[in-house]
């Protein structure tokens, strides 16, 4: 199918933008705002912004996948007349997706860095190196850690996740002893320098908390990779064993299974990965790196610890990791509202926002998107970016005087590393189901009931090398 992406309303792109996702060929090339069909993208790497739409100032909290595309597509369907300030305390975001593959050595953490520089100069937003600090909602100001504050019309935060208290570890433990690594970046280096470090015939353990966090497939995919690290460098003695604290395997069951009963298994046919569901009570000791469960009842001794701590929205807590924690910039807000998510004896985890324009239901005037919203869909980076598109095009309709798009549309599309060279992938489309007011997954036909994601058919080669494409045409309409 040939598509003219000059012709296509904002509506339009978002289908396209769905359909060609999966197929790993999302266009990369950005085009100005075309609801009259009259493209106005240029070629020179300059965009020219409509200059007849609203005015208004929208400031975006958070660089990372959500927050980057929804700086840019606010000043491409929003035209000139839309100041967009993102403000993002590191100078170049760091993607977690893909960073597993940094464990078996084929990317390094550099590679997964991405500035914000293309967003300044193609398409004019405007940059602050800085942290969010405060949020008045009443008169529309945001404060940031430098003291100086930034007006608003509306305000979209996209501050990711934080970590909360859990298994007896400090922040500290995590950054020196027993990394997560569920951030990208230096936790990753020393992941990987650890597994190195490993000898044959010791015992990896990785922790998974309890749904809902950031990337369902990713711990499994992570033991994967681990597991043929090991045994590919003549250490297939070693043992890698994943402690969920979940029922079962949260996506792409099959696959997963497969990989741990069938893939990553001895020359005697006897699997490396050892996945034990259900467990309970984790405490973990950073020092001596022994792992008990299940309220003591069994002990572990291992050479590698790798707990992905349960997360909550970003800035709810104040970043210590105590459990007394009086509350961060977002939970002052009162953005933290959870809905049916909520878990957490200590404050509502995530933002419950009405999912047509990611507007909290609890604070008006601010949106939340990506990994810190509550709306039905899975927390992963092109989830962020499909959320981000539907935000900024609710958010230029209703300065425009509109109402935003009663029946959004959402894809999920999610490639696996099952090996060096293989992979697995998950995709779903999900729809507004007015019965709940979230987003379901939608079956063929527009159904919602029963539906599920599409995980694929087998674990190839092919779906390995349609990974970086797809990633490649993912970080490029979110960065540049
Ligand atoms: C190992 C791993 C593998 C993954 N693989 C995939 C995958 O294959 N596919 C997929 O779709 N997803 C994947 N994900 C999930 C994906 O990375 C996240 O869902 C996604 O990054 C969420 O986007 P976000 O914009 O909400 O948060 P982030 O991308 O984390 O961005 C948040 C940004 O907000 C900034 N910020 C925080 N606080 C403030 C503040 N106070 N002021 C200003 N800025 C602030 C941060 O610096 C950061 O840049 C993976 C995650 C992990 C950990």
Request: negative net charge.
């Amino acid at each position: 199918m040939k598509i003219d992406l000059s012709k296509l309303s904002r509506r339009q792109w978002l289908g396209v933008a769905l359909a060609v996702a999966g197929s790993g060929a999302l266009p990369v090339r950005a085009f100005a705002d075309d609801d009259d069909g009259d493209s106005r993208g240029g070629t020179s790497g300059i965009l020219a912004l409509a200059p007849d739409g609203p005015s208004a100032r929208v400031v975006v909290v958070g660089g990372g996948m959500a927050g980057a595309t929804a700086a840019k597509y606010l000043r491409l369907w929003g035209g000139a007349g839309v100041a967009v300030t993102l403000v993002e305390p590191t100078p170049a975001y760091t993607s977690n997706i893909m960073s597993n593959l940094v464990l078996n050595g084929r990317m390094t953490v550099d590679q997964l860095r991405y500035t914000h520089d293309e967003l300044a100069v193609r398409y004019g937003v405007t940059l602050r190196t800085a942290a969010v600090s405060g949020i008045d909602a009443v008169n529309r100001m945001v404060t940031l850690d430098d003291g100086s504050t930034l007006s608003y019309d509306r305000l979209v935060v996209a501050p990711g996740v934080e970590f909360m208290p859990a298994y007896g570890l400090t922040a500290a433990d995590y950054e020196s002893r027993t990394p997560h690594a569920w951030q990208a970046g230096p936790q990753t280096a020393l992941l990987k320098q650890q597994i190195d470090g490993m000898r044959d015939g010791e015992t990896f353990v990785m922790t998974i908390p309890l749904s809902p966090y950031r990337c369902p497939p990713g711990p499994y995919e992570r033991a994967c990779l681990v597991a043929d690290t090991l045994r590919s460098t003549g250490r297939g003695n070693c043992k890698v064993i994943v402690l969920d604290e979940n029922a079962g395997i949260q996506a792409e069951a099959h696959n997963f299974t497969r990989a741990f009963q069938s893939i990553h298994v001895r020359a005697d046919g006897s699997p490396i990965i050892d996945y034990r569901p259900g467990v309970t009570g984790i405490m973990i000791d950073p020092v001596t790196r022994v792992v008990t469960y299940d309220n003591g009842a069994v002990t572990l001794n291992a050479a590698v610890v790798n707990p992905i701590p349960p997360h909550r929205a970003g800035g709810i807590g104040s970043g210590s990791l105590d459990e007394n924690d009086d509350g961060g910039w977002f939970a002052r807000t009162g953005l933290n509202n959870s809905g049916i998510e909520a878990v957490s004896p200590n404050f509502g985890r995530w933002a419950l926002v009405d999912v047509r324009s990611y507007e909290s239901t609890a604070v008006p005037g601010v949106h939340v998107i990506g990994d810190a919203s509550s709306c039905g869909l899975p927390k992963a980076g092109h989830v962020g970016n499909q959320e981000a598109k539907i935000c900024a095009d609710a958010i230029v309709r209703l300065l425009g005087g509109g109402q935003p798009d009663p029946a959004p549309v959402a894809n999920s599309a999610c490639y696996s590393p099952i090996t060096g060279s293989t992979a697995s992938w998950l995709t779903a489309v999900y729809q507004f189901d007015p019965a709940s007011s979230r987003m379901r997954v939608a079956a063929n036909g527009g159904s919602i009931v029963g539906a599920g994601a599409v995980e694929a058919g087998g674990i190839s080669t092919r779906n390995y090398n349609q990974m970086f494409t797809w990633f490649n045409a993912l970080m490029g309409d979110t960065f540049a």
